[in-house]
């Protein structure tokens, strides 16, 4: 393990009886890096995410954050993590800022802390203007920065999150990729998956390529556009999807 190892997959699988979803991951995350997961519908991506989120738990192997396993210490390490889910998940008939609220209350911040920390979080995603408005009248792209100002609330270290910016227009979609570049400055760590290439080459440290529940590559664009001996990540995937 290196110095700056701040998650260690080891020897993950998923399976639902007969079918392995995961199989067998293994790698590192380093600490400040951001990590994109990238593959085809049905990679296991999701499962993966959930898995280092301690919503769901492996068929065999482990994940290790800071030397704490997410099977047996998840409530240690659940403080110190946010999670942006695939789906929404918001109180569409409350405004942003009585969403940003309640959860506030389930992190148990309170009093000026819980003040504060509500409005960080509005202006890391840009939703201070429409933080009263109820939520069932924010567009897709402002329930998505919602979601990731919910999940910025406890400062946690570590920040995952799967399709951030999917269906969001090109002006959230900067906000949220702002957003992510600037946690990465305050020294957290991002992990996230998208289906936008152009996005995973513009923002990641390394790219993960993940294929039928295995891991086929991990590195910089440039190692993965040597590796495959191809100039696009996305020839490399349509590779993939011929196989
Ligand atoms: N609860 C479950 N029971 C059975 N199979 C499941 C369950 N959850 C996921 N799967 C299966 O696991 C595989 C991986 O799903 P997952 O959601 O992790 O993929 P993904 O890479 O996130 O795909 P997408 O890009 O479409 O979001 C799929 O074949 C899916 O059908
Ligand atoms: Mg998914």
């Not at 951001?34 to 519908?41: A, K, S, V």
């Not at 997410?70 to 969403?99: C, H, R, W």
């Not at 305050?186 to 936008?196: A, C, D, N, Q, V």
Request: glycine share 10%; proline share 2%.
């Amino acid at each position: 393990m290196g110095m700056q190892d701040l998650i260690e997959v080891k020897g993950l699988s998923k399976k639902y009886g007969k079918l392995t979803v995961l199989d067998r991951l293994s790698f590192t995350i380093q600490k400040a890096e951001i990590f994109g997961l990238l593959g085809p519908n049905g990679a296991g991506k999701s499962t993966f995410i959930s898995i280092l989120a301690t919503l769901c738990r492996p068929t065999d192997g482990d994940i290790l954050i800071n030397g704490l396993s997410v099977t047996k210490q998840s409530d240690k390490i659940k403080k110190n993590l946010g999670f942006v889910p695939q789906e929404i998940a918001l109180y569409p008939m409350l405004s942003g800022i009585d969403n940003l609220n309640f959860w506030a209350g389930i992190y148990g911040l309170s009093g000026g802390i819980k003040k504060e920390r509500i409005q960080q979080a509005l202006s890391v995603v840009r939703l201070e203007d429409r933080a009263k408005d109820r939520v069932d009248n924010y567009s897709g792209g402002m329930k998505r920065r919602l979601n990731i100002a919910v999940a910025l609330l406890h400062h946690p270290d570590i920040l995952i999150m799967d399709e951030p910016t999917v269906g969001v227009d090109i002006q959230s979609r900067k906000y949220i990729m702002d957003a992510i570049k600037a946690l990465k400055k305050e020294g957290k760590t991002i992990i996230f998956t998208s289906h936008y290439i152009d996005e995973m080459e513009n923002l990641c440290d390394r790219i993960a390529l993940i294929d039928k529940g295995s891991i086929k590559s991990i590195g910089t664009v440039g190692e993965l556009q040597r590796i495959y001996g191809r100039e696009k990540i996305e020839e490399i995937l349509l590779d993939f999807l011929r196989d």
